[in-house]
């Protein structure tokens, strides 16, 4: 996190395609990206209101959520599934699916993601296929 925006500081790529606008050291939007949603949601509610309206929500697909209460429901499923997805809401076609990494207090300090693409798999089979990966791999990082 830097200043309201989410910080790529490592990227692998294991096929052709992946995000088209996101490279590393590129600074991405809160709001609707997985890892900016997983930060929202570690904050107390009131104070995750205070940065929604702070912030600008710029619509950059046509599924692209900017609204603050549809995003404040978006978040709240966040906190309670523990993840975080996003469908089309950042870059066409683009699906991820995140989870926090965060120290042994709980305190939240980045994210692991995977990113597919809408012609490759659907939301729901990324969720299904690969959550368990990410979080033996979240476990390996966090201790």
């Not at 991405?28 to 940065?51: H, N, Q, Y």
């Amino acid at each position: 996190m830097d200043e309201d925006e989410l910080v790529y500081i490592a990227r692998s790529r294991h096929t052709p395609f992946n995000s088209t606008s996101v490279r590393l050291g590129e600074r991405v939007p809160i709001f609707c990206t997985a890892g900016g949603r997983l930060w929202l949601a570690s904050l107390p509610e009131t104070e995750c209101e205070t940065v929604l309206q702070r912030i600008t929500r710029e619509q950059r697909t046509p599924y692209t959520v900017t609204d603050i209460a549809s995003l404040m429901e978006k978040i709240a499923q966040v906190r309670r599934q523990g993840y975080a997805t996003i469908e089309q809401e950042f870059e066409i076609g683009m699906l991820v699916l995140a989870v926090p990494l965060t120290d042994r207090e709980g305190t939240w300090w980045g994210a692991l993601s995977l990113t597919s693409h809408q012609s490759r798999t659907s939301l729901e089979a990324l969720c299904r296929d690969h959550l368990d990966l990410l979080y033996s791999a979240q476990a390996m990082l966090v201790g």
